[in-house]
């Protein structure tokens, strides 16, 4: 048995050991793109979030700005 195999203790069918480099490259290659792309997504999500927060505080401000200078002396 080599270093990259280990037993499975219930049917003691050996196997690889995940993370050493064992499986089909293609099939680490597409769950690599699944994995960019789910936190692409969720990166993206959030780069709107943050954009709408902003927008929202600027707006604010400037509200609060206009209501100073029309209820000024």
Excluded: Q
Aim: aromatic share 12%; proline share 4%; hydrophobic share 40%.
């Amino acid at each position: 048995m080599s270093t990259s195999e280990r037993v499975d203790a219930a049917s003691g069918a050996a196997g690889p050991v995940p993370g050493t480099g064992d499986g089909d490259p293609v099939e680490r290659t597409g769950r690599r793109d699944e994995l960019r792309r789910a936190n692409e997504k969720r990166n993206e999500r959030y780069v709107w979030w943050y954009l709408a927060y902003f927008l929202f505080g600027i707006h604010l401000v400037a509200f609060v700005m206009i209501f100073a200078v029309m209820h000024g002396k």
